[in-house]
């Protein structure tokens, strides 16, 4: 198409903002007869010699990146941000937008009475500063509710639920939030299942309790309790009680977020799972089938988020 108006406008700021090496590639310069000709009219651009290419048949892009590479000492590693990133999934007005706000101190996500406000993932980081001194990022994720699968018309809700799971895939710890004034439904079951057959890390937030009236000593026990029972596939997932309106155990919500993200990277030692392995045979006999036996060999870790094992046996 030539030369246009947009890459004049590019062009132009490039050359006053950008101090970096720059090449401008002229694309679909498939013949070697025109191709150089047909990349000359680029030179009015202003940015050095126009080298033709094409991106579908590789023409030319050898070239420039040798002289792409001749610039590579001038480059500095950039530092890897550290960050923990957390999702919060849950059922439609759970309250997952004003915990979002309360941890950013911003109105970033609207918050409603209405059901289904939040429409998109939206993400940002924040620091928290620890007792020993440091300092830990994280990067929390407000995503959209989720309903009843049969509830779900294909369009906006579809898609945007279909982000709240890809955003539950790439945290490393997903903060399952429940309504303490609703209690536990079905939908959050069918939540807690996804969760773990993701192999995702979680911590599960029951949040409004400040809406819980006459609390003594023992509403607390009786609730995690009720959790753990009501939520068998998370039963190890650690429960913080919070207010996201009021702030009410939130910074404990992190400090719980802490643990259960270091073990879900955590490595254990090939020695340590063997001595289980055999701990636990001797407590149970594996199966067996007719005159055979089963037997557990050996057991390896390998990898991590989520931890990942492998037995050896014999059938």
Not at 104 to 126: K, N
Not at 159 to 177: E, G, Q, S, T, Y
Not at 289 to 310: H, M
């Amino acid at each position: 198409t030539g030369v246009t108006e947009m890459d004049r406008v590019l062009a132009k700021w490039l050359r006053r903002y950008c101090k970096l090496p720059k090449y401008l590639l002229a694309n679909k310069c498939e013949s070697h007869v025109t191709g150089i000709t047909q990349a000359q009219e680029f030179w009015q651009l202003g940015m050095g010699e126009p080298h033709p290419v094409s991106g579908i048949h590789g023409t030319g892009l050898g070239d420039v990146l040798d002289k792409c590479v001749s610039h590579m000492e001038k480059i500095t590693e950039v530092e890897k941000e550290i960050a923990t990133n957390v999702a919060f999934l849950g059922r439609p007005n759970v309250g997952k937008s004003s915990l979002f706000n309360k941890f950013t101190g911003l109105d970033r996500a609207i918050v409603s009475d209405v059901a289904g406000t939040t429409r998109d993932t939206v993400d940002t980081l924040i620091t928290r500063k620890r007792n020993n001194g440091e300092e830990k990022k994280y990067r929390i994720i407000d995503t959209a509710g989720i309903r009843k699968k049969k509830k779900i018309e294909y369009g906006s809700e579809f898609f945007m639920i279909n982000r709240a799971f890809k955003a539950m895939k790439r945290a490393d710890c997903v903060v399952l939030m429940l309504d303490a004034a609703d209690g536990i439904v079905e939908q959050d079951r069918i939540l807690a299942e996804r969760i773990s057959n993701e192999g995702r890390s979680c911590v599960i937030a029951l949040n409004k309790w400040d809406l819980i009236p006459n609390k003594d000593d023992s509403t607390f026990q009786k609730a995690v309790e009720h959790i753990r029972s009501s939520l068998p596939t998370l039963k190890w997932a650690e429960v913080a009680l919070i207010s996201a309106v009021t702030g009410q155990r939130t910074e404990k919500l992190l400090e719980a977020i802490d643990k259960s993200s270091i073990q879900f990277s955590k490595r254990v030692n090939t020695n340590v799972l063997n001595e289980i392995i055999n701990d636990a045979t001797m407590w149970m006999s594996p199966p067996s089938i007719g005159s055979r036996c089963g037997k557990i060999y050996y057991c390896i870790q390998v990898s991590t988020a989520p931890p990942t094992f492998v037995f050896f046996v014999n059938d």
